[in-house]
């Protein structure tokens, strides 16, 4: 923010007035574009998630004039609104916090998918063993456990508790899924086509 603030002092200080504000228009506009851009890859995000049946149907409902995923987008910005009273250093510490976690789950599922699966059919394969690819993740292993440590409490106490409350809600959903409390699409798409081969038969 610093080095922005002086950009414009210097275009301020070169050209005037009107080039100082140009730019602060820019990083304004710029700014509202990058988060429509994240906003709306959240918002489809939610939707496959509701299409896998990971999440309840009405997760994916679109709007009738523009098809846009409302109930997602209304969702993913109450969360935006939820954590803006954090300072910013937080937010961030708090994103790499869990985007460590997020990678260090995928490595350790990586390798254990290998170690179970190793004959398994797979689009593309690393041409290595399992003491290969266990040295291979290591190396970011380390890093990502590096920004973890040097998070600080806020930053512990707010990923402990996403991360409680995203087990929490996978076991909810199981949960009433099995009791039919809600409604999800993939059942729905079994039962139809449970329902086609009776027919056929």
Do not use: D
């Amino acid at each position: 923010m610093i080095g922005i603030l002086g950009s414009w002092r210097m275009r301020q200080m070169i050209a005037g007035n009107w080039l100082k504000i140009w730019v602060e228009v820019g990083a304004v506009l710029s700014g509202i574009g990058l988060y429509e851009a994240q906003l709306s890859s959240c918002a489809y995000q939610m939707i496959g998630m509701a299409e896998l049946g990971l999440v309840p149907k009405w997760f994916a409902s679109r709007s009738k004039w523009f098809g846009t995923p409302w109930l997602a987008i209304l969702l993913s910005t109450s969360i935006t609104l939820a954590v803006s009273f954090m300072s910013f250093e937080n937010i961030i510490a708090s994103a790499n916090f869990l985007y460590s976690l997020g990678m260090l789950l995928e490595f350790s599922s990586f390798i254990r998918l290998r170690y179970k699966y190793p004959t398994m059919k797979r689009p593309y394969r690393v041409p290595m063993r399992i003491p290969g690819l266990i040295i291979m993740c290591l190396v970011p292993t380390g890093f990502l456990i590096f920004v973890m440590v040097i998070g600080s409490w806020v930053v512990y106490v707010i990923s402990a508790g996403l991360t409680a409350l995203g087990v929490a809600m996978y076991l909810a959903m199981g949960y009433c899924r099995s009791r039919g409390l809600l409604k999800f699409i993939k059942e729905e798409l079994v039962v139809k086509e449970v329902g086609t081969k009776i027919e056929e038969a």
